[in-house]
C-alpha cells in the first residue's frame, strides 16, 4: 500500500513539473503570437496608407501597390525588348 502511494505522488509530482513546463510554453507561444498581430497590423496600416496615396485607377478602385509595379515593370520591359528576341524566344529559331 506504501509503495502504490509513493507511486502515486511521485506521479503528480511529474503531472505538475509536466504543467508547469506547459504553462510556460504557452506563455512564450500567446507573446509570440502577440507580437505577430502587432507586426500584422502594422503592415495592414502601412499598405492602406500607401494606398490611400498611390490614388485610384480609371474606374475608382483603388490601385495597390502590387499592381502598380506589374504597371511599371510591364512598360519598362517592353520598352526594352527588342521583337527579334521576342520571336526567337517563342518561336525558336525561324528558317
Same mark, same amino acid.
Request: glycine share 4%; hydrophobic share 35%.
Given at each position: 500500500?506504501?509503495?502504490?502511494k509513493?507511486?502515486?505522488? =511521485?506521479?503528480?509530482?511529474?503531472?505538475?513539473?509536466?504543467r508547469?513546463?506547459?504553462?510556460e510554453?504557452?506563455?512564450? =507561444?500567446?507573446?509570440?503570437?502577440?507580437?505577430?498581430?502587432?507586426?500584422?497590423?502594422?503592415?495592414?496600416?502601412? @499598405?492602406?496608407?500607401?494606398?490611400?496615396?498611390?490614388?485610384?485607377d480609371?474606374?475608382?478602385?483603388?490601385?495597390?501597390?502590387?499592381?502598380?509595379k506589374?504597371?511599371?515593370?510591364?512598360?519598362?520591359?517592353?520598352?526594352?525588348?527588342?521583337?527579334?528576341?521576342?520571336?526567337? @524566344?517563342?518561336?525558336?529559331? =525561324?528558317?
Amino acid at each position: 500500500m506504501k509503495e502504490r502511494k509513493l507511486e502515486i505522488d =511521485l506521479h503528480k509530482e511529474m503531472m505538475a513539473s509536466k504543467r508547469k513546463t506547459l504553462n510556460e510554453e504557452k506563455s512564450q =507561444l500567446q507573446t509570440a503570437l502577440n507580437q505577430l498581430n502587432t507586426r500584422r497590423s502594422q503592415l495592414q496600416n502601412r @499598405h492602406d496608407i500607401i494606398t490611400s496615396v498611390i490614388g485610384k485607377d480609371e474606374y475608382g478602385d483603388f490601385i495597390s501597390p502590387a499592381m502598380l509595379k506589374l504597371k511599371v515593370r510591364g512598360k519598362n520591359n517592353l520598352q526594352h525588348i527588342p521583337i527579334y528576341f521576342c520571336t526567337v @524566344h517563342y518561336f525558336g529559331n =525561324l528558317p
